[in-house]
């Protein structure tokens, strides 16, 4: 996808019907989206370019390795590929094995007990029982490049080195596992491929299928309503949070002005096993929030 001439865009992509309503979200351009901004639908009709309020950004997250805990942060660039501060990117960091196929929490749930910070250009790495992992945001183009793969699609990876696979290694105790970087010159993984029935064309690098993702706290409010064991917002791994909505009021937002960002909804993300790993204790239940879902007859969606 391309930037607009005038504005500066983003594309909501959500599949199925969604539950809660996540908004996967595709930018087309750079822009700003910071904690307090005011979220605004458009009204129809269209051509009158009418704003109603619907919301406030609360949280912002960067996910920067695939299924490790996201980076909280108060203000970010929105990019065509996700958000970003500096070299700090939206999950462009993967952890695969040996024959660079992914390694996510779904195989490996432990992976979201690895936190990690942004220092002096640098992520380290920190987990339980670990000594920290330093990694420079950006390795030498003499690194190995790996071919790896993502449910079935093709993309590169830059090894980050020895050191970095040891370590998550080391902590997973599972098998041999590397870790690699996607860097921007690389091709990412297209929207026609991801899901062929998008008219909208745009590229992610490791996110499942789009490159942003807004949640309400609302929607999980009322979920945890219905459960016996809470849920987190850390179980959903949005990107971004608005708050001071209705429950489920998302479902109605067709395009959004986000500061001096514009997004779309384009598709609702379906939920994965993912949501039901504890992400304090690193274990995958299989079980909820899925099965509470599957009562509600409402499907939803991740990543």
């Not at 860097?183 to 929207?191: A, D, I, L, V």
């Not at 959903?236 to 500061?259: K, M, Q, Y």
Request: aromatic share 6%; glycine share 6%.
């Amino acid at each position: 996808m391309g930037a607009s001439s005038s504005s500066t865009l983003a594309r909501l992509g959500l599949p199925a019907r969604p539950w809660p309503r996540w908004l996967g979200v595709a930018a087309l351009g750079l822009a700003a989206v910071a904690l307090g901004t005011v979220a605004w639908r458009r009204a129809w009709p269209r051509r009158r370019r009418r704003l109603q309020q619907v919301g406030t950004v609360a949280k912002l997250w960067i996910y920067p390795v695939k299924s490790c805990k996201g980076v909280p942060v108060s203000e970010a660039e929105c990019t065509a590929m996700g958000l970003r501060i500096g070299n700090l990117r939206d999950r462009f960091w993967l952890v695969i094995k040996e024959d660079g196929h992914m390694v996510t929490a779904r195989q490996e749930p432990r992976l979201v007990l690895v936190s990690i910070t942004y220092e002096n250009n640098c992520l380290i790495f920190r987990a339980p029982d670990m000594d920290q992992l330093v990694l420079p945001s950006k390795q030498p183009s003499s690194n190995k490049l790996h071919n790896c793969r993502i449910f079935g699609l093709d993309i590169k990876g830059r090894d980050c080195g020895n050191e970095a696979a040891k370590w998550f290694t080391n902590f997973l105790k599972t098998e041999a596992y590397r870790l690699v970087q996607f860097e921007t010159n690389m091709k990412g993984r297209t929207s026609r491929k991801l899901v062929p029935t998008l008219d909208q064309n745009y590229q992610v690098a490791y996110p499942d299928c789009c490159p942003l993702l807004i949640m309400t706290d609302a929607s999980l409010v009322d979920l945890n309503t219905r459960m016996e064991k809470k849920m987190k917002m850390e179980n959903f791994r949005p990107n971004i949070v608005v708050t001071g909505c209705d429950a489920f009021e998302e479902d109605t937002w067709d395009e959004l002005l986000i500061g001096s960002v514009e997004v779309k909804k384009v598709m609702a993300c379906p939920r994965c096993i993912l949501t039901t790993v504890d992400p304090d204790a690193g274990v995958i239940d299989r079980k909820e929030p899925l099965d509470t879902l599957k009562r509600l007859q409402q499907p939803g969606g991740i990543d």
